[in-house]
Protein backbone atom coordinates (compact mmCIF):
# COMPACT_ATOMS: atom_id res chain seq x y z
CA UNK A 1 0.00 0.00 0.00
CA UNK A 2 1.35 3.42 -1.06
CA UNK A 3 1.81 6.12 2.15
CA UNK A 4 0.94 9.21 1.96
CA UNK A 5 4.02 10.98 0.89
CA UNK A 6 3.80 8.47 -2.27
CA UNK A 7 1.94 11.27 -3.78
CA UNK A 8 0.84 14.71 -4.07
CA UNK A 9 -2.36 16.49 -5.49
CA UNK A 10 -2.70 19.93 -7.03
CA UNK A 11 -5.71 21.83 -8.84
CA UNK A 12 -5.15 22.95 -12.21
CA UNK A 13 -7.12 25.02 -14.84
CA UNK A 14 -8.31 23.57 -17.64
CA UNK A 15 -6.58 26.01 -19.24
CA UNK A 16 -3.20 24.67 -17.96
CA UNK A 17 -3.82 21.24 -19.23
CA UNK A 18 -1.33 20.21 -22.15
CA UNK A 19 -2.18 17.70 -24.68
CA UNK A 20 0.61 15.41 -23.56
CA UNK A 21 -1.65 15.60 -20.21
CA UNK A 22 -4.56 14.78 -21.25
CA UNK A 23 -3.16 11.83 -23.12
CA UNK A 24 -1.74 10.33 -20.18
CA UNK A 25 -4.88 10.94 -18.30
CA UNK A 26 -6.84 9.28 -20.92
CA UNK A 27 -4.20 6.23 -21.27
CA UNK A 28 -5.35 5.91 -17.52
CA UNK A 29 -9.04 6.56 -17.91
CA UNK A 30 -9.26 3.39 -19.85
CA UNK A 31 -7.54 1.05 -17.90
CA UNK A 32 -10.89 1.11 -15.89
CA UNK A 33 -13.60 2.00 -18.28
CA UNK A 34 -15.02 0.54 -21.17
CA UNK A 35 -16.72 2.66 -24.29
CA UNK A 36 -15.05 5.93 -24.14
CA UNK A 37 -13.10 6.91 -27.35
CA UNK A 38 -10.29 9.80 -27.13
CA UNK A 39 -12.34 12.55 -28.60
CA UNK A 40 -15.30 11.90 -26.23
CA UNK A 41 -12.98 11.98 -23.51
CA UNK A 42 -11.14 15.53 -24.66
CA UNK A 43 -14.71 17.48 -25.57
CA UNK A 44 -15.80 15.97 -21.96
CA UNK A 45 -12.61 17.45 -20.46
CA UNK A 46 -12.92 20.95 -22.16
CA UNK A 47 -16.70 21.62 -20.51
CA UNK A 48 -14.88 21.33 -17.02
CA UNK A 49 -13.28 23.88 -15.21
CA UNK A 50 -10.44 22.52 -14.11
CA UNK A 51 -8.60 19.26 -12.38
CA UNK A 52 -7.82 17.70 -9.35
CA UNK A 53 -4.20 15.94 -10.50
CA UNK A 54 -2.69 13.02 -8.60
CA UNK A 55 1.08 12.85 -8.84
CA UNK A 56 4.03 10.70 -7.92
CA UNK A 57 6.52 12.42 -5.71
CA UNK A 58 8.91 9.93 -7.30
CA UNK A 59 9.17 11.41 -10.45
CA UNK A 60 6.31 13.83 -10.55
CA UNK A 61 4.22 11.47 -13.37
CA UNK A 62 0.11 11.45 -13.22
CA UNK A 63 -1.20 8.96 -11.28
CA UNK A 64 -4.84 10.24 -10.88
CA UNK A 65 -6.87 12.76 -11.73
CA UNK A 66 -10.36 14.09 -11.29
CA UNK A 67 -12.06 16.99 -13.22
CA UNK A 68 -14.64 19.60 -11.54
CA UNK A 69 -16.96 22.32 -13.33
CA UNK A 70 -19.33 24.97 -10.95
CA UNK A 71 -22.25 26.21 -12.15
CA UNK A 72 -25.36 27.58 -10.32
CA UNK A 73 -29.20 26.10 -10.15
CA UNK A 74 -32.09 27.06 -8.75
CA UNK A 75 -33.90 24.55 -6.12
CA UNK A 76 -36.97 25.24 -3.89
CA UNK A 77 -36.81 29.25 -4.38
CA UNK A 78 -32.93 29.77 -3.53
CA UNK A 79 -30.14 29.48 -5.12
CA UNK A 80 -27.43 27.33 -4.96
CA UNK A 81 -24.20 26.78 -6.17
CA UNK A 82 -22.63 23.72 -7.37
CA UNK A 83 -19.27 21.51 -8.27
CA UNK A 84 -19.40 18.80 -10.49
CA UNK A 85 -16.97 15.96 -9.89
CA UNK A 86 -16.81 14.08 -13.29
CA UNK A 87 -14.05 11.25 -14.42
CA UNK A 88 -12.24 10.48 -11.79
CA UNK A 89 -9.89 7.53 -11.57
CA UNK A 90 -6.56 7.21 -9.13
CA UNK A 91 -4.17 3.92 -10.53
CA UNK A 92 -5.12 1.10 -8.33
CA UNK A 93 -1.42 0.93 -6.43
CA UNK A 94 -2.53 4.28 -4.68
CA UNK A 95 -6.12 3.67 -3.62
CA UNK A 96 -5.99 4.46 0.07
CA UNK A 97 -4.19 7.87 -0.25
CA UNK A 98 -5.61 11.34 1.15
CA UNK A 99 -4.13 13.16 -2.20
CA UNK A 100 -7.36 13.86 -3.62
CA UNK A 101 -9.43 14.32 -0.92
CA UNK A 102 -7.11 17.03 0.61
CA UNK A 103 -6.71 19.08 -2.63
CA UNK A 104 -10.40 18.81 -3.16
CA UNK A 105 -11.09 19.74 0.51
CA UNK A 106 -9.09 22.90 -0.20
CA UNK A 107 -10.26 23.58 -3.43
CA UNK A 108 -13.50 23.81 -1.31
CA UNK A 109 -13.04 25.90 1.31
CA UNK A 110 -11.51 28.64 -1.15
CA UNK A 111 -15.03 28.22 -3.06
CA UNK A 112 -16.88 28.83 0.24
CA UNK A 113 -14.50 31.88 0.90
CA UNK A 114 -15.24 33.61 -2.46
CA UNK A 115 -18.90 32.52 -2.31
CA UNK A 116 -19.56 32.78 1.56
CA UNK A 117 -23.82 33.50 1.53
CA UNK A 118 -24.58 31.00 -1.48
CA UNK A 119 -25.33 27.10 -0.11
CA UNK A 120 -22.71 25.07 -1.58
CA UNK A 121 -23.04 21.42 -2.65
CA UNK A 122 -21.33 18.73 -4.16
CA UNK A 123 -22.60 17.34 -7.54
CA UNK A 124 -21.40 13.77 -8.69
CA UNK A 125 -22.81 10.83 -10.61
CA UNK A 126 -22.07 7.20 -9.49
CA UNK A 127 -21.77 4.49 -11.51
CA UNK A 128 -19.75 1.66 -8.69
CA UNK A 129 -20.11 1.60 -5.77
CA UNK A 130 -16.81 3.12 -4.51
CA UNK A 131 -17.71 6.57 -6.05
CA UNK A 132 -20.86 6.95 -3.88
CA UNK A 133 -18.52 5.78 -0.50
CA UNK A 134 -16.59 9.19 -0.89
CA UNK A 135 -20.33 10.63 -0.59
CA UNK A 136 -21.72 8.86 2.24
CA UNK A 137 -18.10 8.39 4.33
CA UNK A 138 -17.36 12.42 3.72
CA UNK A 139 -20.85 14.23 4.16
CA UNK A 140 -22.85 13.91 7.25
CA UNK A 141 -26.06 15.49 5.29
CA UNK A 142 -26.13 13.78 1.65
CA UNK A 143 -28.99 12.35 -0.98
CA UNK A 144 -29.34 9.27 -1.67
CA UNK A 145 -29.01 8.35 1.92
CA UNK A 146 -28.95 5.02 3.78
CA UNK A 147 -30.87 6.75 6.77
CA UNK A 148 -33.38 8.27 4.73
CA UNK A 149 -33.42 10.88 1.87
CA UNK A 150 -33.43 14.80 1.81
CA UNK A 151 -35.81 16.31 -0.03
CA UNK A 152 -34.11 19.52 -0.25
CA UNK A 153 -31.03 17.56 -1.24
CA UNK A 154 -33.30 15.37 -4.07
CA UNK A 155 -34.32 18.28 -5.69
CA UNK A 156 -30.87 20.15 -5.81
CA UNK A 157 -29.76 16.67 -7.27
CA UNK A 158 -32.84 16.86 -9.88
CA UNK A 159 -31.70 20.73 -10.75
CA UNK A 160 -28.10 19.34 -11.33
CA UNK A 161 -28.78 16.57 -13.25
CA UNK A 162 -31.23 18.66 -15.75
CA UNK A 163 -29.01 21.46 -16.00
CA UNK A 164 -25.66 19.15 -16.96
CA UNK A 165 -27.48 16.34 -18.95
CA UNK A 166 -30.45 18.04 -20.21
CA UNK A 167 -33.20 15.35 -20.54
CA UNK A 168 -31.73 12.62 -19.28
CA UNK A 169 -32.37 11.92 -16.05
CA UNK A 170 -35.17 9.26 -14.97
CA UNK A 171 -37.30 10.83 -12.64
CA UNK A 172 -39.51 7.88 -11.20
CA UNK A 173 -35.82 5.91 -10.21
CA UNK A 174 -33.50 9.08 -9.88
CA UNK A 175 -31.35 7.09 -11.99
CA UNK A 176 -29.53 8.70 -15.54
CA UNK A 177 -28.48 6.27 -18.36
CA UNK A 178 -26.71 7.31 -21.33
CA UNK A 179 -27.55 5.08 -23.66
CA UNK A 180 -25.72 1.10 -24.81
CA UNK A 181 -22.58 2.66 -26.11
CA UNK A 182 -21.89 4.82 -22.68
CA UNK A 183 -18.74 4.52 -20.64
CA UNK A 184 -19.08 1.71 -18.50
CA UNK A 185 -16.89 0.64 -15.56
CA UNK A 186 -14.76 -2.53 -16.70
CA UNK A 187 -16.25 -5.55 -14.92
CA UNK A 188 -12.88 -6.37 -12.63
CA UNK A 189 -12.47 -2.73 -11.04
CA UNK A 190 -15.36 -2.48 -8.73
CA UNK A 191 -17.18 -5.72 -8.32
CA UNK A 192 -19.19 -6.46 -5.18
CA UNK A 193 -18.31 -9.01 -3.10
CA UNK A 194 -20.49 -11.13 -0.57
CA UNK A 195 -18.64 -9.46 2.18
CA UNK A 196 -18.68 -5.96 0.83
CA UNK A 197 -22.41 -6.88 0.85
CA UNK A 198 -22.84 -6.53 4.49
CA UNK A 199 -21.85 -3.01 4.97
CA UNK A 200 -25.19 -1.77 4.76
CA UNK A 201 -23.51 1.42 2.95
CA UNK A 202 -22.98 -0.53 -0.19
CA UNK A 203 -26.15 -2.90 0.25
CA UNK A 204 -27.88 0.16 0.00
CA UNK A 205 -26.25 1.36 -3.13
CA UNK A 206 -26.63 -1.68 -4.68
CA UNK A 207 -30.28 -1.52 -4.03
CA UNK A 208 -31.12 2.13 -5.30
CA UNK A 209 -28.53 1.56 -8.13
CA UNK A 210 -29.24 -2.26 -9.42
CA UNK A 211 -28.22 -1.76 -12.59
CA UNK A 212 -24.59 0.32 -12.49
CA UNK A 213 -22.64 -2.45 -13.97
CA UNK A 214 -24.96 -1.70 -17.17
CA UNK A 215 -23.80 1.72 -17.03
CA UNK A 216 -26.86 3.78 -14.77
CA UNK A 217 -25.94 6.68 -13.22
CA UNK A 218 -27.15 7.62 -9.73
CA UNK A 219 -27.16 11.57 -9.02
CA UNK A 220 -25.71 12.32 -5.72
CA UNK A 221 -25.42 15.34 -3.82
CA UNK A 222 -23.59 16.30 -0.42
CA UNK A 223 -23.84 19.29 1.54
CA UNK A 224 -20.96 21.81 1.95
CA UNK A 225 -22.62 22.73 5.80
CA UNK A 226 -20.74 23.48 9.08
CA UNK A 227 -20.91 19.78 9.99
CA UNK A 228 -19.31 18.91 6.74
CA UNK A 229 -16.63 21.69 7.06
CA UNK A 230 -16.12 21.23 10.85
CA UNK A 231 -15.95 17.09 10.56
CA UNK A 232 -12.90 17.85 8.39
CA UNK A 233 -11.00 20.25 10.16
CA UNK A 234 -11.26 18.29 13.70
CA UNK A 235 -10.28 15.34 11.61
CA UNK A 236 -7.58 16.22 10.14
CA UNK A 237 -5.26 16.06 13.52
CA UNK A 238 -6.24 12.81 14.52
CA UNK A 239 -4.97 11.53 10.78
CA UNK A 240 -1.63 13.35 10.85
CA UNK A 241 -0.90 12.04 14.71
CA UNK A 242 -1.95 8.67 13.34
CA UNK A 243 0.49 8.91 9.98
CA UNK A 244 2.79 10.18 12.15
CA UNK A 245 2.51 7.35 14.55
CA UNK A 246 2.53 4.62 11.96
CA UNK A 247 6.03 6.59 10.07
CA UNK A 248 8.14 6.47 13.73
CA UNK A 249 7.13 2.55 14.46
CA UNK A 250 7.91 1.60 11.09
CA UNK A 251 11.07 3.65 11.70
CA UNK A 252 11.95 2.20 14.99
CA UNK A 253 10.95 -1.45 13.14
CA UNK A 254 13.47 -1.31 10.68
CA UNK A 255 16.32 0.31 13.29
CA UNK A 256 15.81 -2.45 15.30
CA UNK A 257 16.29 -5.07 12.44
CA UNK A 258 19.07 -2.96 11.58
CA UNK A 259 20.91 -3.48 15.10
CA UNK A 260 20.39 -7.34 14.96
CA UNK A 261 22.20 -7.21 11.67
CA UNK A 262 24.94 -5.40 13.20
CA UNK A 263 25.25 -8.28 16.03
Known amino acids: MATKDTVYGRYRPIQDISVADCVTMYNLFIQYYDNTPLDTFVKDMSRKTGVFVIYRRQDDSIVGFSTITNFEVQADGQTARCLFSGDTVV ?4 WGTSALRITTFLYVLRQKILHPFTPLYWYLISMGYRTYMVMANNFPNY ?11 RNIAVEAS ?8 DRSRMMIHFGEDACKLKGDVTPISDAERAHRKIAFFEK ?4 WMHGDEMPCVGAFDFAM ?15 DYKKRAAA ?4 QEDLREAR
Open 252 to 255: RTVA
Open 91 to 94: DRRY
Open 229 to 243: IWGMISEAPKRLFHL
Open 162 to 169: EHLFPGML
Open 143 to 153: YPSVDGDDPHL
Open 208 to 211: RNPN
